[in-house]
């Protein structure tokens, strides 16, 4: 394990980013941020708070944010990406040439490529090439930048195809704190924290429209199972929906007013058009893009997404918002246990796949 007064880079300057920045450096461990615009880089150096992505939380002396990519990578133990998922592949690509070849690469964004379909893990097998999977790993889980930086008790999970890289990641952000798990599945967990991103814009559209907590309830419940189907079919392992990137994910997602995703959706609830909705919201709203991969991948694998089906239309088609709720109720008659039945067939097929 490199010592700790190795720096850490993160590529990225938002909420999410500078949360990361503050726990590391809490840590004793220096941190180099990357920032695309000078004016955010220079506000934060001076005032040491992110006044425009999360006022109120200040940073140790020990991070300090630059708009040189080439030197904020250079000589960094570990590189953590923190940019919104369509900018993945251009901030990874423009920082391949200058990472250090023992450097731990953690991807921190939530989504799917919107144009090519693909998980964020197969963006970067493609730019950095399949040798360099042993070395990357994903962070997500139920995870506030606006309570992580601020000390608040958080739990998380770091998945990755070789353990010892997610166990590396998990000494670097574990704190009193702020509680790191590992899990082999980067599928399951990478698809986890993208999918809940659009059933927090349903529930916020519903809490929007003046709702209440049983719609709420159903649609992250059946939500949560559609999420799994897909998974099922992009061959992650089901049971990690049942963890801190499924469900624990969903919950903080749909319920809290820091979720972008979920106030967007109030917005849209409300009666406001889907542009009006983000201005609202100043922020990215991954769960928008993720709608719209989300609803292509349930056609490419034959897989029934419901929820998704109906945001679509409301994103994205215009449907009034109350029309897709009322859709969404009169589906014909389902025997729940049957989905659950199939889930436990397939996952015990795939483990006899493996082991055979």
């Not at 606006?146 to 739990?155: C, D, F, L």
């Not at 924290?193 to 059933?199: D, H, Q, T, Y």
């Amino acid at each position: 394990m490199a010592v700790v007064n190795e720096k850490v880079a993160i590529l990225g300057a938002g909420s999410w980013a500078t949360a990361l920045a503050v726990l590391l450096a809490g840590k004793g461990i220096p941190v180099e941020m990357w920032a695309r615009r000078a004016g955010l880089a220079a506000q934060i150096n001076s005032e040491r708070q992110n006044s425009r992505y999360l006022p109120g939380v200040y940073l140790p002396p020990g991070v300090q944010v630059n708009v040189d990519l080439s030197a904020v990578v250079k000589n960094a133990r570990a590189v953590i990406y923190s940019v919104p998922s369509h900018a993945f592949r251009e901030v990874l690509r423009a920082s391949l040439p200058y990472l250090s070849p023992r450097a731990l690469l953690i991807n921190a964004a939530k989504g799917i490529e919107e144009d090519s379909l693909l998980p964020l893990s197969r963006v970067f097998a493609g730019e950095a090439g399949e040798e360099n999977n042993s070395r990357y790993v994903v962070l997500s889980g139920p995870s506030h930048a606006e309570e992580v930086g601020r000390g608040m008790p958080t739990a998380v999970v770091v998945a990755s195809r070789n353990m010892a890289a997610a166990e590396a990641a998990q000494e670097l952000f574990m704190t009193g704190s702020f509680r790191v798990y590992t899990n082999p599945d980067v599928a399951g967990v990478e698809l986890g924290g993208a999918l809940k991103n659009i059933i927090a814009l349903g529930t916020g559209i519903a809490d929007g429209l003046g709702f209440g907590d049983n719609t709420k309830a159903a649609l992250m419940t059946r939500g949560l199972a559609e999420i799994t189907r897909l998974g099922l079919a992009m061959g992650a392992n089901p049971l990690t929906f049942a963890g801190l990137a499924g469900v624990g994910d969903l919950i903080v997602t749909c319920t809290s007013m820091h979720s972008r995703n979920r106030r967007a959706g109030i917005e849209i609830g409300r009666g406001k058009s889907l542009s009006e909705a983000i201005s609202a919201v100043q922020m990215v709203v991954e769960g928008v893009r993720t709608t719209r991969a989300a609803y292509r991948l349930a056609g490419r694998y034959g897989v029934e997404m419901p929820i998704t089906e109906q945001m679509y239309r409301v994103l994205f088609e215009g449907m009034p918002p109350r029309e897709a709720v009322i859709n969404l109720m009169s589906r014909g008659r389902r025997r729940e246990m049957e989905e659950v039945a199939l889930a436990a067939v397939q996952l015990r097929e795939k483990n006899y796949q493996n082991y055979k």
